[in-house]
């Protein structure tokens, strides 16, 4: 099962995997977001799904996004009005935000594009 | 029962963390969370403990989130107003987003049909009152008024500037839908008050709730469009400028200097007024008002040495 640089086992591969997906959280939960307003649970999932499960960004990673995101006005936090259970904090994208995750996604395909042809990889599809 | 266990465990992934509101809040808005991430697993067949367990295993450490969230109050505060102002001077300067001479030179355009469009409604209107002009020509030209406004709103609120982000087309589009409606109901209005054509008064009426109703749920729905630098600055701002909150000494100097101010300018007002006229009363107002703000610019900002 090697396909590109040869000495990454499987497990190396996910941890590549993973990594990657870490780095771009602020912008995945921007992009969660950008539809409706969400709780963390909701966000969590959606993440989860989106993947088919097989990479998870950890909870507490999520939760300190959160915050970042908030400092940085980039969404709001709202506490809902739910009666029983504990009370659920949603979350909602600002303008700002919007603006963010439209240029991160920007940045994100023109970077694909360059990594693909570094990785000289139309050749090997 | 399957709840008591994740609130257990909650409480002893918080133990010993100070229970500042902030950590509260997170702890609050975590067990929420929780309580969802229990109930699917008990919902796949998981055991209400393990399913608890479980659920506050993959939570991560809490306590790198708690540090991270008090880490930025330690180092803030005890800087100069001085330092702020010229770092600020640096980052507005590092952060500046020019603007696009295109749209700077299409604004000046419509700006000046604006103006021109407002005027030649108010010379339709009272050629429609003498019966110089049909209807015909002050509506249109009360429709341009109102579609250049609407345009110079949208566009400019699209446009990202140094320290705003832009706002998404739609809505800014909304925003310039709403300013028009309003321009446009109200020099209609004025049209047909002029001409005497009361009938249309209630399709003027209709626009122009129509575009305050517009305006007042764009208001409500706001969100935030500041960039980080701008946000961080503001922070900042709060946090070392207010010196009255620091040293309640010279709270209370200022507040007897206000009562001095405000007192002197009465009575020189009373003085003036009853010896040179009632008509210059505004004048001890005006210099009062601006010994004021003079006063509370250099206390509140200005003498960095008293502060030691």
Redesign the interface.
Known sequence: MQKSSGSTSDGGADAFAADLLRGHTDTIVLGVLRRRDR???EI?KAIRDATGGDYEI????L??AY?RLV????V?AYWGD?SQ?????YY?????????YRRNVDAWVATRRTIDSLLDLKGSR | MMSTSVHRLLDQAFAGLPATPDVL??K??????????VAELTGGGVAPDEAARRAVD?????R??VE??SGPTADAGSDGAARIAASAVELVARNRVPREPSYVAVVVLVSMVLAASVVGTVFAAVGLAHRDVGLGLPTGIALVAGAALGWVVGASLAQ?TTT?????AG?SALFGVGWGLVLAGCLLAYVHLAGARHVWLAVDGLALVAGVVLLSYLAAT???????WA?AEARRHVEAGNRFERDPAAAARFGIYTAVVWGLTGVSALIVGATIGWTWVWVPGVLGWAVFMLMLATMLFGAKHQDG
């Open positions: 709780y963390g649970f969590y950890k909870e507490a990673t939760y300190a915050r400092k940085d006005g980039l709001e739910e259970g504990g009370r659920r904090k909602r994208i600002t303008d700002a935000g919007r603006a963010v | 809040d997170l609050e808005e975590i067990r929420a969370n929780l309580l969802d991430r993959e939570l991560g450490d809490v790198t989130l991270d969230a990202e705003n982000h832009p706002m998404p809505r706001s969100t935030n469009r500041k960039k980080q946000l």
